[in-house]
Structures are given as C-alpha cells and as structure tokens.
C-alpha cells in the first residue's frame, strides 16, 4: 500500500513538472526560473523517496539521471565536478571487456561441441542468428544516418582533451607510398584483416582488442572442441565459471551505474546545456523506431511465412518480454521463455539448444543498438565515416556482438571497445549513459522476441513443431 501511494504521488509530481515545462516552453504561461527551479528540486525530493521506497535499481537509475540533469541545470559548475565518476564507471566497464568475451564464446563453441549429434539444428541455428543480427545491424546503420541525431552536438565543452585518434602504423604509411592511390583500399582492407589477430593475447586484453580477443577465442573454442571429452571438460567448466563471476563481476559494477549515470548526466548537461538533451532523445526515439522497424520488416514477414500464429505467439511471450522490459536483463526473462516456447509447441531439445545460443549469437535488439550507437558517437565527435568505413564497423560488430552478455547495459562494454578499436571519442558515450537505460529496456525486449522467435523457427524447419500444443495452448 505503502509502495503504491508513493507511486502515485511521484506520478502526480512528475505530470505537474511536465506541464509547467511545456507550459513555459510553448510560450503559453510566463513562470519565473526561481519557481521552475523549486518545482525541480521539489520533484527531486519526491524522487528520491519513490526510489528508496521502491529498492529497485532500474529505479534509481532513472532518478540519478534526472538529478544530474536538474543539477547541471542549477548548478552548472558544479555538475562539472562530477565528471571523474562517471568516467571511473567506464573504467569499471572496460575490465570486463577481454575476460568476458574469452569465457562466453569459448563456453559457447566448446560447451556446445557435439555438434554431429544436433546436427542440422545446429548450422540452421548459426545461419538464422547472423542473417537475423546482420539486418538488425543494416537496420540500424539506416537509421542513424537518417535521423542524424548526433550532428550538431557540440563536444569542444565536453572535454578539455583531445579526440582521441587511430593509431598510424609508419610501416604501412611507407608501403603505401609504393602503392597507386587507386588501390589503396585493397591494402588497407587487408592490413585490417592482419590486424585482427593477436600477436599475444595479453596484450589484445589489456589494450581491449576486441577483435583480437574474439579471434583467439574462437580459435581456441574450435581446439578446445577437438580435444577428447575427459580433457576438454575441466577447461570448459572452467570458461563456464568465468563467464558466470563475470556476470556477478558486471551486476556488482552496476550498483555503481546509478551514480556512473548521474554524474554523466550532470557533467554533459553542466557543460553543453539542455540542448544536448534534444540529441539524446532522438537517439532514444531513432532506436525505438528502428527496433519497430526491425520487429515488422524482419521478425514479422518471418513469422508469416513460417504460418506461425502472431496474435498467439504475442500472447506465449508477452510474460517473458514484460520480464525483460521491466529488468533490462534477457537472463531474468530466460526461464519463462523456455517454459513459454515449449508449450507453444517447440520439443524440449530444440528450446535447450536454440535458446541459450541465441543468448551470445543472436542479441537482435543489442546489435541493432551497437551499429546506431556507434555511428551516433562519431556523428556528435565530427567524425565523417564514408559508407566503407560504417561497413567495417558493422562487420566488427557483426562478430564482437556476438561475445555480448545477456545482462543489464553489458552492450556498453562492446560499444566502448569498439570505439577504441576505431579511434572515436569514448567521453561520447559518457552522455550515452544518461539514456541508455531507457534503449536498454526496448533492445532487451527485442532479444528476447527474436530468441522466442527463433525457437519456431529451427522447430518448423526441423519438422518437428507441434501444432496439437499449439492449439492446446
């Protein structure tokens, strides 16, 4: 009772807030900053308590980025004092980077190495999971370069430091000297394919390689899958550990996420204003868009061509979805959407398998989020890409998110490596964390939709779905 009153007040808070600013804003009624200012830290007041109230994190997240972004508003300078925290948070978030992709893709190769028994299920599922990601990565790269919501950001008040820059290799800098300048790009495009692998893969996990460290996973998953049972199994046990006290590693980082977000939010507002909030949001509306568009132009005319029944499958996974919404996490709703696909009528064994592989292989939301993400941070930094430059950080992304977890704002630890990988501004990405609670919420409904989704899938393809259930259910 307690928790609901509560609720309803901060419900009636927030909707007074909102028509005063509109009100002011529209020019309809003149409101003195002074009583704009009370209403804000009065609507701070009411937050804080809903949120200790509610002992929810995704609570205080939200409520951390609306303070930081009432305290870069009153308190400018302030706010600017922050900074040093949300950039301790993607400091945090980068320690995750080589140990977590290590240990989910070589558990996700070698875990699932006897392959000749799941035989056809096994390539048919690899194959729906890249052509299901890559359109949600086209889809993406689309949108972005639509909306253009990161032009016209003005980063030069964001940070004293400057952009950082890709590294210049001198040796290839004199080979190309001998090299016609109209075939440049064939030993560009091939000194990218040498610099994917590793040399030593301390190094590629302390410089946060991305790549490198996915190659040598992979590499090492493919050997580790080669090696007879009673060898491979301590190894395997071993990454299957790893990646789970990543997990904890990762959920423990974000009890710090409120306070990362925060901070970030006042810092950017402190030092750019509100109106880098107008790019923020359309960044946040792009994604929403972009996920709509992803849900009826792929997921959808996949369903109906497979006859799957939308309204029914909309009424199996609405659980499992309002679970991933509500958490932002696809591991909190994994449990409710196995039980879900099996009384749908996809066999027990195609659910075990399709399901948690679709976790590390088939994010369809969280790939969609990374291309759009990615290309936004350039955007705001002033960074021109031509369309081949955008295609090599698409097929980047095509591989790295593949090692993402299906956690809560896990997509960060790839977005951040790739844009060290390709030389842009990770400061950028601090304003990202104002809002990223927000996309994290739709993205991770979608993973789920499109993991559910390709249950039905493998199962109509194997032959194996059952329509009884299906009626039944």
């Not at 927000?438 to 559910?452: E, P, Q, Y």
Request: hydrophobic share 55%; glycine share 6%.
């Amino acid at each position: 009772m307690k928790k609901s009153r509560i609720g309803f007040i901060t419900l009636i808070a927030v909707t007074i807030a909102i028509i005063i600013t509109l009100l002011k804003e529209f020019g309809l009624v003149a409101v003195p900053e002074q009583m704009m200012m009370a209403t804000r830290w009065v609507l701070a007041i009411i937050l804080v308590v809903h949120a200790f109230v509610k002992k929810n994190l995704t609570t205080w997240i939200l409520t951390c980025m609306l303070l930081g972004i009432f305290l870069g508003v009153d308190f400018p300078g302030l706010a600017i004092a922050f900074q040093p925290l949300s950039k301790g948070f993607i400091k945090l978030v980068k320690t995750i980077v080589g140990p977590i992709l290590f240990a989910t893709l070589v558990y996700g190769i070698a875990g699932h190495s006897d392959l000749k028994q799941v035989g056809r299920m096994a390539w048919k599922s690899m194959l729906y999971f890249y052509c299901a990601t890559t359109m949600a990565l086209f889809i993406g790269l689309a949108a972005i370069n639509l909306s253009k919501a990161g032009v016209g950001v003005d980063v030069s008040k964001m940070a004293h430091e400057e952009l950082p820059k890709a590294p210049v290799n001198t040796a290839d800098v004199k080979l190309l000297e001998h090299i016609p300048d109209s075939v440049h790009w064939v030993y560009k495009t091939f000194s990218f394919f040498r610099d994917i692998f590793p040399e030593n893969i301390v190094k590629a996990v302390y410089e946060a390689q991305v790549l490198q460290i996915v190659i040598f996973a992979v590499l090492f998953g493919i050997g580790l899958a080669m090696v007879e049972e009673k060898k491979r199994k301590p190894l395997v046990d071993f990454c299957e550990s790893l990646s789970e006290t990543m997990f904890k590693f990762t959920n423990l980082i974000m009890y710090f996420a409120p306070i990362g977000v925060g901070a970030a939010m006042a810092y950017t507002v402190g030092h750019m204003g509100v109106d880098i909030l107008k790019h923020l949001f359309m960044l946040v509306a792009t994604l929403y868009l972009a996920l709509i568009a992803f849900l009826l132009l792929v997921l959808l005319p996949v369903a109906l061509y497979l006859k799957i029944p939308v309204l029914k499958f909309i009424n199996a996974v609405k659980e499992p979805v309002s679970i991933a919404f509500a958490t932002t996490s696809s591991d909190a709703a994994l449990p409710k959407a196995m039980s879900a696909m099996e009384k749908f009528g996809v066999p027990r064994k195609i659910v075990s398998f399709v399901i948690p592989t679709g976790y590390s292989f088939n994010l369809d939301g969280t790939t969609l989020y990374l291309s759009l993400a990615s290309i936004f941070v350039a955007q705001a930094a002033g960074m021109h890409l031509s369309f081949g430059q955008q295609l090599i950080i698409v097929f980047t992304l095509m591989i790295t998110s593949k090692g993402v977890a299906a956690i809560p704002r896990a997509s960060l630890i790839i977005l951040i490596a790739t844009a060290d990988q390709f030389g842009l501004p990770t400061y950028i990405i601090a304003a990202i964390l104002g809002v990223d609670e927000l996309m994290d919420m739709a993205r991770t409904s979608v993973n789920v939709i499109g993991n559910c989704l390709a249950t039905v899938v493998i199962a109509k393809w194997e032959g194996e779905f059952d329509e009884e259930a299906l009626n039944a259910a």
